[in-house]
C-alpha cells in the first residue's frame, strides 16, 4: 500500500495532474491518427515530467551552487543580508507579514552568524511589489531578527532596493557610511552567483556565505525522485530565474 500512494498520488496532484492528462491526451491523439497533435501533447507531458523531478532540478541548480561552500574560518566586521520574498499581508505573532521559506532560511544562517561574531547586520531588500500592501523586506526580516533575541542597535535596514543589484548598491553605501571594511554576505545558494557579480560590479568585496543549498557531490536519489513533484518543479523555476538574470545583469550592468 504504501508503495501504491507513493507511486499514485503524484500523478493525482499538480504538476503530476497536468502530465497525466496531457500525456492521456497525447495517446488518445496518437490512436485517433492525429500525429502532429499527439506529438505536442507527449512532448510537453514529458518535458514538464522532465522539469519536474528532482535529479533534474538538480542539475540546473548545481552550478549555481557548486562555487561555494561555508568557510572554514569565517571572519567579517559586518554581515550583509540580502531580502528574499515575503508573505505580504500574512499575520504573525508580533506583526503583520513575515518572510518567504527562502528568506527565513538566511535569517537564521544570520542569526546564528551573529551569534558567533556579534557584529553589525545589514538587512537589504525593499518593497518589490508596493501595490500588495507590503512592508520592505528588510523590515519584516528586523522584526524576526530582534524576536529572535538580535539587539535593534546592531542591525541597519536598506529598505530601497528592489533587486540584487540594488542590494549592492545601497549596502556599499552603507559599509561606507559605517566604515565596514570585511563584509560576509549571506544569501540562498543558488542566488550568489547572480548577488557577487552584482557586488563585484559595484566595487565592494566580500566573502560569500551560502545557505540553503539543495545539491552536493554524489548525491543519492530514491526511485521516487524521479517521479513529478512541486518541489521540484519550484527548484527547477527558481534556477531557471537565476540564470535568466545572470543573463540579463551581464548585458544590463
Known amino acids: 500500500m504504501f508503495l501504491i500512494k507513493k507511486t499514485v498520488a503524484p500523478f493525482l496532484l499538480p504538476p503530476g495532474l497536468f502530465i497525466s ?45 557548486s562555487p561555494f561552500s561555508v568557510p572554514a574560518d569565517i571572519q567579517g566586521d559586518v554581515i550583509i543580508m540580502l531580502g528574499g520574498g515575503v508573505h505580504a499581508r500574512s499575520d504573525d505573532l508580533t506583526g503583520i ?8 532560511e538566511r535569517l537564521v544562517t544570520v542569526a546564528r552568524l551573529h551569534r558567533r561574531l556579534r557584529v553589525p547586520i545589514i538587512l537589504s531588500g525593499g518593497i518589490v511589489q508596493p501595490d500588495d500592501g507590503a512592508a520592505a523586506s528588510a523590515l519584516l526580516s528586523r522584526r524576526f531578527l530582534i524576536d529572535l533575541g538580535i539587539p535593534p542597535d546592531h542591525i541597519l535596514v536598506d529598505a530601497q532596493s528592489r533587486d540584487t543589484y540594488e542590494n ?28 557577487l557579480f552584482s557586488f563585484e560590479a559595484v566595487g565592494l568585496a566580500v566573502t560569500p556565505i551560502p545557505c540553503g543549498l539543495t545539491t552536493w557531490p554524489d548525491k543519492r536519489y530514491a526511485w521516487h525522485a524521479w517521479l513529478p513533484s512541486a518541489n521540484a518543479l519550484a527548484a527547477t523555476s527558481d534556477a531557471l530565474h537565476e540564470w535568466l538574470g545572470l ?3 551581464r548585458i544590463a550592468h
Open 21 to 65: 492528462l496531457l500525456l492521456v491526451t497525447g495517446l488518445w491523439a496518437l490512436r485517433r491518427g492525429k500525429r502532429a497533435a499527439a506529438a505536442i501533447a507527449l512532448g510537453t507531458g514529458m518535458l514538464v515530467w522532465a522539469l519536474s523531478v528532482g535529479p533534474i532540478a538538480d542539475r540546473i541548480t548545481a552550478p549555481l551552487e
Open 97 to 104: 507579514g513575515a518572510p518567504s521559506h527562502g528568506t527565513m
Open 168 to 195: 549592492a548598491v545601497f549596502s556599499k553605501q552603507l559599509c561606507e557610511r559605517h566604515g565596514f571594511h570585511k563584509p560576509l554576505l549571506v544569501t540562498s545558494g543558488s542566488h550568489l552567483k547572480r548577488a
Open 247 to 249: 543573463i540579463y545583469y
